[in-house]
């Protein structure tokens, strides 16, 4: 059965269609002499003066008051108004599938997507560029390029919604409601709203002059006018105009599925069919039985049963329940007492009354399918009762047109389409038009609002995208379109400044796209999707790093994985600039990663991160050596080098010229004469290739023993407690920073200077720090554990503080928060010998004692240290690093295997590994206590510790030379790792000798 059209109303400009004798009570519509049983309405628009009729062929009917031109079609001379709907002959060669009304324009969208507009156009809210009225529909060229699929108009501003999820918008801007920013003025052109870039919408709405867009997923974002709360905002963000749309935190968690506007008030649907109200209730338009004045939005409970549609006009609000009930409330024009919104709201508030406006026995018999409200009417469609089997029960939601978006049926349609087939070419305009667009591909892939978790802000699928990608990947033809469409479309276009979750779902996906091709179109992909994250704003970015930290395990990996894969690809290029730079966005990203998962609690393995073929493409020596540009370096110090021999020899200038840095020291004076050195240094040359040179003695051609021994004697005397730079808690522990230091404070100046040329030098020289202080170096809080490395008496006595859980607490401890520390009593608060630590402040107290110990105490002199290590290193490339890893790398660790340390040595003269003295060496080694090999190692190497890179790396070369004999012991070239071993005849003679050697190992200045 068709469905008929009622309505009630103020009538009297003739936008109710009844004739000049319209009336205002519920009344079958009855339609134009020249169409009697035409095609039924099936959706109406209105202004504040005019109606929109759209028929179910598409065709549009107008009605009401055409003094702006509203009604899109010239009336006889003389004739401003049209009581009885006649069609808009401009749009008859145009099927129209949406349309809306301001207070005096139109807009119509035909089903090609083109947007037509006509009526006042003073604020631009025609979108043709012209500020004046039209009386004849013009297409908004300004939208050509894209599908329009909604339009919504507020009084003089209209907004658009695309089919690839755009949103546009034009027209008055006085209160923001066009979203583009408070700097913006009218713009009688669209203008795309960059902040809504990203999120896969639903819907877009105008009021009077505020505006709502919802996502798919049920965020509501309002902008414009506020002065009511018509945007639903809170009472801590009571702003009266907002000019870029703003989450609506009220709304966040209510499901959203529908956004309805008055003048200055709105209603939300939920997907429960719950009805939110909010804004000026001036009318009683918001339904609320409560005088009480509630500024955000609130359930409308007089309702019973839920809604399946509803409509505001500017006083009134108009719901139909799921059984086809009409509910209204409010009033029209006619009913206000006052002089409009902005009249004083408690001298207009009516008594409530929620039939204000139509009666539910007016409307006996007739069930009622979709209603349509304007400022001062309202529309019905309805069927009789004994037809509703017939109604439809689409909410509100679901008569909207919606973006593209991919689902399981149009996947199974592309995988049947035939080479050359029409279904093949229209399937390759699908592909396209969804994976070209991040609002389209994140709606394909957005999961159940019911399957949301709490708090959780990955809003997509990635199961499912991922077995959606894999299976689409299986067609070539397919695997080429999604790629081709995401390196030119919507990787270009991604939203790198957004601060809406819903924006970055893209970034999420992407990964799970790239997986699914194959190796090379992941290289191409990843690429641009490294660089676009390193481009995202930190406002953006700090939105996508806890989307990360939300992620399972396996997805989080799905994304180090890709981008390690694509790292490793171009490994090959490293060493060729400017090919090499491609690398970097690469390594950006899997660095903000692997802070995401330390901040997670470590997700991942920290081994997940390594790439352990690095070993197998490049030496990290050499790839450290070009970090420092050391090809050249060792060039320019040879010629260096050379320089002070000719110029001593011809009694010339002493050093040579700067890109290295000769540091001259004469051995009985090291110390000293370094820290002068440096006190009078320049900055730059701190990032230059040190040079040794020692004062009365000719410079030589050296590898790195000198360095080794220099730095390593250097440390063991500052570090020695004599020296007094630091302290010692307990025997055997590490050193730390005194809090009564009794040596200048720039020598920790040059102490952080010199253990930044060591590393910035490669060399591992120990310095016994605890991790705590690399700790701090990264901008890392020292912890308990810290304190139990640096002084396990006192670090075991704090933690059996926190496990004290008995009542007697205060008396069997006897604790207040004065400490001594250093010899020297301190307060950790304000009078705290006088505050007792019980159960209830022991945790304050161990952490206010740990702060003391590491941070407090130490705060200027080590803050003087830290500032000399960054003289010499790059900050942002140490950031790099872990505590663990950078202690590592600056004092190497412990990490001994002795068995790899012989497999890796090398033979030279007389000696293979099969030589009897090599055997016996051998022997004799390997039942060496600890101690003595560490010795071993600083006898040969110049360090005590293990490289970084662990021991694969130390390849000690045993060579015989022929004038020493088994009365000679074992000598060493630390330049080298070169070990002089004369060929004893027992082992009893070699361990002697041996340990002989180790023990005479002191001192600075061994044989080079």
Not at 354 to 367: C, D, M, Q, W, Y
């Amino acid at each position: 059965m068709p469905t008929m059209l009622c309505c009630w109303g103020n009538g009297s400009f003739g936008q109710l269609g009844l004739g000049e004798d319209g009336v205002s009570e519920p009344l079958p519509f009855r339609r134009a002499p020249e169409a009697p049983g035409g095609p039924e309405v099936v959706l109406v628009a209105c202004g504040e003066r005019h109606s929109l009729l759209l028929r179910a062929d598409g065709s549009v009917a107008s009605c009401g008051d055409n003094a702006q031109g509203q009604l899109g079609r010239r009336l006889p001379p003389g004739q401003r108004r049209a009581h009885v709907p006649e069609q808009i002959q401009a749009l008859e060669t145009q099927t129209i599938v949406h349309m809306s009304c301001g207070k005096e324009h139109s807009l119509a969208v035909c089903n090609n997507g083109r947007v037509f507009s006509w009526g006042a156009g003073a604020f631009g809210q025609l979108g043709t560029g012209e500020l004046k009225e039209r009386l004849i529909p013009k297409k908004v060229d300004g939208l050509s390029k894209y599908k329009i699929i909604q339009v919504a108009c507020g009084n003089y501003h209209s907004i658009a919604l695309t089919k690839d999820g755009r949103v546009f918008s034009w027209g008055q801007n006085t209160h923001g409601q066009l979203g583009l920013g408070k700097e913006v003025t009218n713009q009688a052109r669209p203008q795309q709203i960059s902040a809504l870039d990203g999120i896969p919408l639903a819907q877009v709405a105008a009021g009077g002059s505020q505006s709502f867009a919802l996502s798919l997923s049920g965020v509501v974002y309002g902008w414009g006018k506020n002065n009511a709360h018509q945007l639903g905002l809170s009472q801590a963000d009571p702003k009266e105009q907002i000019f870029k749309p703003h989450s609506i935190a009220a709304l966040r968690k209510l499901d959203v599925i529908y956004v309805s506007c008055g003048d200055e008030h709105t209603a939300v649907l939920t997907q429960n069919g719950s009805v939110f109200t909010f804004g000026d209730d001036s009318a009683g338009q918001l339904g609320r039985s409560s005088s009480a004045l509630k500024t955000g939005p609130e359930k409308l409970d007089s309702v019973d049963g839920p809604v399946s549609h509803l409509a505001c006009g500017s006083y009134h609000t108009v719901c139909i329940s799921a059984s086809g009930q009409l509910i209204s409330f409010g009033h029209g024009l006619q009913q206000h007492n006052g002089s409009g919104p902005s009249s004083s709201k408690s001298d207009r508030r009516p008594c409530f009354n929620i039939s204000a406006l139509v009666s539910p026995n007016e409307l006996l018999g007739f069930r009622v399918k979709r209603i349509f409200a304007g400022p001062y009417v309202t529309f019905a469609t309805v069927l009789r009762t004994q037809d509703s089997a017939y109604a439809n029960t689409a909410t509100s939601m679901e008569t909207l047109p919606k973006i593209s978006m991919m689902d399981r049926a149009l996947m199974e349609k592309w995988l049947l389409a035939t080479a050359e087939s029409v279904m093949r070419q229209t399937a390759k305009r699908e592909i396209e038009a969804i994976f070209s667009s991040s609002p389209c591909l994140a709606a394909s892939f957005l999961k159940p609002r019911s399957a949301m978790e709490t708090g959780c802000c990955v809003a997509v699928d990635l199961q499912k995208a991922r077995e959606m990608l894999e299976e689409l990947a299986t067609r070539d033809w397919i695997a080429g379109r999604i790629f081709s469409s995401l390196l030119d479309n919507l990787i270009p276009a991604l939203p790198l400044n957004s601060p809406h979750q819903e924006a970055l779902s893209s970034f999420l996906l992407l990964p799970e796209c790239c997986a699914a091709l194959e190796a090379q179109k992941m290289q191409h992909l990843a690429i641009p999707f490294a660089k676009a994250v390193n481009g995202l704003s930190k406002r953006s970015l700090d939105i996508l790093e806890k989307c990360w930290s939300f992620l399972p395990a396996s997805h989080l990996d799905r994304i180090v994985q890709m981008l390690k894969k694509v790292v490793l690809s171009q490994l090959p290029c490293y060493s060729y600039y400017p090919a090499c730079q491609v690398l970097l966005p690469l390594l950006e990203v899997l660095k903000k990663l692997y802070k995401v998962n330390k901040r997670a609690n470590c997700k991942l393995p920290l081994s997940n991160f390594y790439i352990d073929e690095i070993r197998q493409i490049i030496n990290p020596f050499a790839d450290l050596a070009r970090w420092h540009v050391w090809v050249e370096a060792m060039i320019v110090k040879a010629n260096a080098q050379d320089t002070l021999v000719r110029n001593r020899l011809l009694r010339k200038g002493e050093l040579p010229k700067l890109p290295v840095f000769p540091l001259r020291v004469r051995r009985k004076n090291l110390v000293e004469d370094t820290l002068r050195k440096l006190s009078q240094v320049e900055d730059i040359s701190l990032k230059m290739q040190l040079l040794i040179e020692f004062e009365g003695e000719m410079p030589g051609h050296e590898t790195g023993g000198v360095l080794f021994e220099f730095f390593s004697y250097v440390f063991e005397e500052m570090v020695q407690p004599d020296y007094g730079m630091f302290m010692c808690c307990e025997q055997n522990s590490p050193i730390w920073f005194p809090s009564r230091p009794s040596v200048e404070k720039n020598k920790y100046l040059f102490f952080g200077i010199l253990c930044g040329l060591s590393m910035f030098n490669r060399v591992t020289a120990y310095v016994p720090f605890p991790l705590a202080a690399f700790k701090k170096l990264l901008g890392k809080k020292p912890t308990l554990d810290d304190l139990k490395e640096l002084s396990p008496v006192l670090g075991r006595s704090l933690q059996a503080v926190l496990d004290y859980e008995h009542d007697d607490f205060e008396t069997s401890h006897e604790l207040t928060y004065n400490i001594s520390w250093d010899n020297v009593d301190v307060d950790l608060i304000p009078n705290g010998s006088s505050v007792a630590v019980n159960n209830s402040n022991k945790k304050e107290f161990v952490n206010k004692y740990v702060d003391y110990v590491f941070n407090k105490s130490v705060e200027g002199i080590f803050q003087e240290f830290k500032r000399g290590f960054y003289k010499v290193l790059d900050e942002r490339m140490v950031a790099f690093f872990e505590p663990q890893e950078l202690m590592d790398v600056a004092i190497g660790n412990a990490n001994y295997d002795w068995e790899l340390y012989e497999k890796n040595t090398v033979y030279w003269g007389i000696y293979s590994e099969t030589h009897p003295t090599v055997r016996m060496f051998w022997k004799v080694f390997h039942e060496l206590t600890l101690a003595d090999k560490k010795g071993f190692l600083l006898f040969v190497l110049g360090s005590d510790r293990v490289p970084v890179v662990g021991m694969d790396s130390l390849k000690l070369t045993i060579h015989s030379h022929k004038s020493l004999s088994e009365e000679h012991i074992p000598e060493a070239q630390i330049c080298f790792h070169l070990l002089l071993l004369p060929p004893y005849s027992t082992t009893g003679k070699l361990k002697e000798k041996l340990l002989q050697a180790i023990e005479n190992n002191r001192g600075f200045g061994k044989q080079l």
